[in-house]
């Protein structure tokens, strides 16, 4: 029980120092980033590019879907441009979890207490935010490090280790394991980092981590829906139509894992970089290769959910 509550309070941890950084960067750049996103639609590929660099400010791709699909249901932009804004945000999360795959352990105290410093110095200044910004960074860190260490005990529980042997050979069972973690804890990002410690700690197979993954970026997907679920329906047609490529991308990649374990495994130096780096692999190619399918899916959203 006390290792579940070290787990739920991490997790806790992990989207409260989202929601530090968010508010953050929305307060220091918030006029900006709206400006970065209106001056990018003139074509698919500069649309997804801010995407990329919008999810690296605030952290989360879930985010970037909020904020894109508010812009719709005001109007600002159009459902197509959105799309492919979302097709950098998935590249966007992905990037973040190679960069914090690598051991960062020393930066998340360094940025907590200079956070603390501007935020408490200086809290009405840009200082003062960028602080606050600090400090929600640190914090994603630390939770980060503590949903590894309290999910190590919890693995060793004969269910668990009987749950996860069971996922061998069921790419469908993983996927629907990877989504329902992702969707619980409110962060793909998060899940994606701990398939990557349980296989770095061969506590799964690797075929059944990267199996796992697929499931956590399709969770993300389902999570936007779910969060917009009472939204307009503008709003809707955003995290719905995002729903269709993660869907698309997921059922288009997962009968080629065993080509990623055949070829690119042997290049990894180990089980982390190689979950990490698939992830990142996923969203390119999917990212890259549907980009051109904005309008046909964004078509398909409006005749679903018209207005």
Same mark, same amino acid.
């Given at each position: 029980?006390?290792?579940?509550?070290? $787990?739920?309070?991490? #997790?806790?941890?992990?989207?409260?120092?989202?929601?530090?950084?968010?508010?953050?960067?929305?307060?220091?750049?918030?006029?900006?980033?709206?400006?970065?996103?209106?001056?990018?639609?003139?074509?698919?590929?500069?649309?997804?590019?801010?995407?990329?660099?919008?999810?690296? $400010?605030?952290?989360?791709?879930?985010?970037? +879907?909020?904020?894109?699909?508010?812009?719709?249901?005001?109007?600002?932009?159009?459902?197509?441009?959105?799309?492919? #804004?979302?097709?950098?945000?998935?590249?966007?999360?992905?990037?973040?979890?190679?960069?914090?795959?690598?051991?960062?352990?020393?930066?998340?105290?360094?940025?907590?207490?200079?956070?603390?410093?501007?935020?408490?110095?200086?809290?009405?200044?840009?200082?003062?935010?960028?602080?606050?910004?600090?400090?929600?960074?640190?914090?994603?860190?630390?939770?980060?490090?503590?949903?590894?260490?309290?999910?190590?005990?919890?693995?060793?529980?004969?269910?668990?280790?009987? $749950?996860?042997? +069971?996922?061998?050979?069921?790419?469908?069972?993983?996927?629907?394991? *990877?989504?329902?973690?992702?969707?619980?804890?409110?962060?793909?990002?998060?899940?994606?980092?701990?398939?990557?410690?349980?296989?770095?700690?061969?506590?799964?197979?690797?075929?059944?981590?990267? *199996?796992?993954?697929?499931?956590?970026?399709?969770?993300?997907?389902?999570?936007?829906?779910?969060?917009?679920?009472?939204?307009?329906?503008?709003?809707?047609?955003?995290?719905?139509?995002?729903?269709?490529?993660?869907?698309?991308?997921?059922?288009?990649?997962?009968?080629?894992?065993?080509?990623? $374990?055949?070829?690119?495994?042997?290049?990894?130096?180990?089980?982390?970089?190689?979950?990490?780096?698939?992830?990142?692999?996923?969203?390119?190619?999917?990212?890259?290769?549907?980009?051109?399918?904005?309008?046909? #899916?964004?078509?398909?959203?409006?005749?679903?959910?018209?207005?």
């Amino acid at each position: 029980m006390k290792h579940l509550l070290n $787990l739920v309070s991490a #997790v806790a941890l992990l989207v409260w120092g989202t929601h530090l950084v968010r508010t953050g960067v929305l307060r220091v750049f918030g006029a900006n980033l709206r400006q970065i996103i209106a001056r990018s639609m003139g074509n698919r590929f500069s649309a997804a590019l801010s995407g990329i660099g919008v999810t690296a $400010l605030v952290q989360s791709s879930t985010a970037t +879907s909020l904020m894109t699909s508010s812009f719709v249901g005001q109007g600002l932009i159009t459902l197509p441009a959105a799309l492919a #804004v979302m097709r950098g945000a998935d590249i966007g999360t992905a990037l973040m979890a190679v960069l914090f795959s690598v051991d960062l352990s020393w930066l998340s105290p360094l940025m907590i207490f200079v956070g603390v410093v501007l935020f408490l110095s200086r809290e009405s200044t840009t200082a003062g935010r960028v602080g606050r910004v600090l400090i929600g960074l640190g914090l994603m860190l630390l939770a980060l490090q503590m949903v590894v260490a309290a999910t190590e005990p919890l693995l060793a529980a004969p269910a668990i280790q009987a $749950l996860l042997g +069971s996922l061998s050979s069921d790419i469908l069972l993983e996927i629907t394991l *990877g989504a329902v973690l992702s969707i619980l804890a409110y962060s793909s990002l998060a899940i994606v980092l701990l398939i990557a410690a349980m296989a770095s700690s061969s506590v799964v197979p690797l075929d059944v981590a990267l *199996g796992l993954v697929l499931g956590a970026n399709l969770g993300s997907g389902l999570l936007a829906v779910i969060t917009t679920a009472k939204s307009a329906v503008e709003v809707r047609q955003v995290t719905v139509g995002n729903l269709i490529f993660k869907v698309m991308g997921v059922a288009l990649v997962a009968p080629f894992i065993g080509l990623w $374990l055949q070829y690119a495994r042997p290049m990894m130096s180990d089980a982390t970089q190689s979950v990490v780096l698939f992830h990142l692999a996923f969203n390119v190619v999917i990212s890259v290769g549907f980009i051109g399918l904005t309008h046909w #899916v964004a078509h398909w959203v409006t005749k679903l959910l018209p207005k």
